[in-house]
């Protein structure tokens, strides 16, 4: 069965900084993956996807994430952080349709 | 196009009572989700509906928690008796046949006193 680890829980860091937010995974097949980003009282909002090729995915407001199959890990990077980035992200990985979720990593920024 | 539909947004009922929750994803979305969302932790699958027919329930307490998708569109999720355990925020998402993406509604939150 698929599962996703998201080692860390919350992270605080100033504007402008740059900032990773790990994430790994497990699956016994291929898989795709997936960041989505949840503001408060928000429900779930994608922010990039890996289904194949690349392994470096460009999604929205900026954010990236890199594809590494050897050591089962998919973190998301931003270069330059927003005050308007704080909210709570989540990893995912989806077998056969099936979409697992890590527990989370909520980014604080702070000025 | 018009997103995934929730409502309601928030209810607060006391234990043992029951409570439900609708869904009307988006046009043409044939497979869809409810996800149950504890503070603090991810989402957890709870039933996946491929147009009226049930593709997995395997987390989905059936003892208390009963979902329908009359028709292959709306959805409803209930539950019966609440727990003090079932506080959380419900999700729906729907998704297109052929693609792999999922669309979230805003969410329903429960709370249960």
């Known amino acids: 069965a698929q599962s996703v680890t998201q080692l860390d829980s919350q992270v605080p860091v100033f504007e402008e900084a740059p900032v990773e937010l790990r994430c790994n995974y497990s699956?016994?097949?291929?898989?795709?993956l997936f960041w989505y980003v949840q503001y408060p009282n928000q429900g779930l909002q994608l922010l990039l996807k890996?289904?194949?090729?690349?392994?470096l995915v460009k999604g929205i407001n900026g954010f990236e994430a890199e594809f590494n199959k050897s050591q089962t890990s998919f973190h998301l990077r931003k270069p330059s952080v927003h005050i308007s980035d704080t909210a709570e992200y989540f990893c995912?990985?989806?077998?056969?349709?099936?979409?697992?979720f890590g527990t989370g990593t909520q980014l604080k920024v702070e000025l | 196009e018009a997103g995934v539909a929730q409502s309601p947004r928030y209810k607060i009922i006391e234990k043992r009572q029951s409570v439900a929750f609708w869904c009307n994803p988006i046009?043409?979305?044939?497979?869809l989700y409810w996800y149950q969302q504890i503070l603090g932790q991810g989402p957890k699958l709870l039933i996946q509906?491929?147009?009226?027919?049930?593709?997995?329930d395997s987390q989905l307490p059936k003892d208390r928690f009963s979902a329908e998708r009359l028709k292959g569109v709306d959805s409803t999720l209930k539950i019966q008796p609440a727990k003090l355990e079932d506080s959380a925020v419900y999700l729906c998402?729907?998704?297109?046949?052929?693609?792999?993406?999922?669309?979230f509604g805003a969410g329903s939150r429960l709370t249960v006193l």
């Open positions: 699956s016994s097949v291929s898989v795709y």
């Open positions: 046009s043409g979305h044939a497979t």
């Open positions: 998402a729907s998704r297109p046949s052929g693609a792999n993406v999922l669309t």
């Open positions: 890996y289904l194949s090729g690349s392994t």
């Open positions: 509906f491929q147009n009226n027919g049930v593709v997995d």
């Open positions: 995912a990985v989806a077998e056969r349709n099936k979409l697992t």
